[in-house]
């Protein structure tokens, strides 16, 4: 359990204590957020080979993916919203998690090759 809450804090997966990414970040502006190299505390390299996190595009799309099914189900089953208030809801949820999704695919996708 523990790995499962140091890949959510986006920890460095060999001594668990250096930041992946240097700061939070904006969540509501469009910039990526600039990932260390090399973790603050131990030196471990994040980046194993060159293009080694296009495979968290994966993770990336399977985590936007829940979170719209989940608002799909919420506000359009439950709440009982119109499909076109349920798409806008879905769309800027989507919009405002993005830079949380890029931080948390990169960090799962580490933990799951770290041995």
């Known amino acids: 359990m523990s790995k499962v809450i140091d890949a959510l804090n ?3 997966p060999n001594c668990k204590k250096g930041n992946m990414f240097p700061d939070k970040g904006k969540r509501i502006v ?3 957020p600039k990932m260390n190299d090399t973790c603050p505390v131990c030196n471990y390299k ?3 080979e060159p293009g080694f996190f296009f495979g968290a595009m ?3 799309y399977a985590l936007a993916a829940a979170q719209m099914i989940t608002c ?3 506000f359009w089953y ?3 919203l119109s499909p076109l208030k349920v798409f806008s809801i879905i769309a ?3 919009f405002l998690l993005s830079t949380f999704n890029y931080k948390l695919s990169r960090s ?3 933990y799951f090759f770290y041995k």
């Open 10 to 12: 986006c920890k460095c």
């Open 30 to 32: 469009l910039n990526i």
């Open 46 to 48: 994040f980046e194993r």
């Open 58 to 60: 994966f993770v990336s």
């Open 72 to 74: 799909l189900v919420l």
């Open 78 to 80: 439950i709440i009982d």
């Open 92 to 94: 800027v949820i989507a």
């Open 108 to 110: 799962i996708w580490i």
